[in-house]
T-cell receptor
Framework: DVKVTQSSRYLVKRTGEKVFLECVQD?????MFWYRQDPGLGLRLIYF???????EKGDIPEGYSVSREKKERFSLILESASTNQTSMYLC???????????FGPGTRLTVT | GQNIDQPTEMTATEGAIVQINCTYQ??????LFWYQQHAGEAPTFLSY??LDGLEEKGRFSSFLSRSKGYSYLLLKELQMKDSASYLC??????????WGAGTKLIIKP
């Protein structure tokens, strides 16, 4: 059974803190993605990666960075959290053809 | 710009049929996806259309018309567990997914 896991379901951080969101997949997928999901908006792509050590900016990369040191792990980093980064963060993975993305359960991040 | 439109919310009755529409304007087209997302959970894949026509999968069917930039998801014999948000997404010329905001489907007994 395919599985994408995320390090936390709920997270509360203070403004200015450095925040790490971890995502691990066990399907040996090349592609991994980080999205944020806000009410009334579609999923918005923050960063994605097609291979280890590779990263590409999505539609809203400002205020975020990523790290992919191992194929199965893709980390999202908020260098200095701000209140407008309060959101649901979803990680996904897929094969190179990308016909289906498999999502993790999400991390609901609140920045106070 | 790129745009995916779908209704914000729909209500239907248990046992009935409901059709959720999605219209799109994107730079290129490499397939359209439907995902289901229950409240507080991750989206899960439902269907994929790249050619015009109807794809049937059990109680769920998805239709695509590329010339009209239009798709719909048809749910038959509705069950209470079908209460969820349904997300439409289009893969553009760069093979990136453009997502609609989702349609919240409420099923009443």
């Amino acid at each position: 059974d395919v599985k994408v896991t995320q390090s936390s379901r709920y997270l509360v951080k203070r403004t200015g803190e450095k925040v790490f969101l971890e995502c691990v997949q066990d399907m040996d997928h090349e592609n991994m993605f980080w999205y944020r999901q806000d009410p009334g908006l579609g999923l918005r792509l923050i960063y994605f990666s097609y291979d280890v050590k590779m990263k590409e900016k999505g539609d809203i990369p400002e205020g975020y960075s990523v790290s992919r040191e191992k194929k199965e792990r893709f980390s999202l980093i908020l260098e200095s959290a701000s209140t407008n980064q309060t959101s649901m963060y979803l990680c996904a993975s897929s094969t190179p053809t990308g016909d289906e993305q498999y999502f993790g359960p999400g991390t609901r991040l609140t920045v106070t | 710009g790129q745009n995916i439109d779908q209704p914000t919310e729909m209500t239907a009755t248990e046992g009935a049929i409901v059709q959720i529409n999605c219209t799109y304007q994107t730079s290129g087209f490499n397939g359209l996806f439907w995902y289901q997302q229950h409240a507080g959970e991750a989206p899960t894949f439902l269907s994929y259309n790249v050619l015009d026509g109807l794809e049937e999968k059990g109680r769920f069917s998805s239709f695509l018309s590329r010339s009209k930039g239009y798709s719909y998801l048809l749910l038959k014999e509705l069950q209470m567990k079908d209460s969820a948000s349904y997300l439409c997404a289009v893969r553009d010329s760069n093979y990136q997914l453009i997502w609609g905001a989702g349609t919240k489907l409420i099923i009443k007994p």
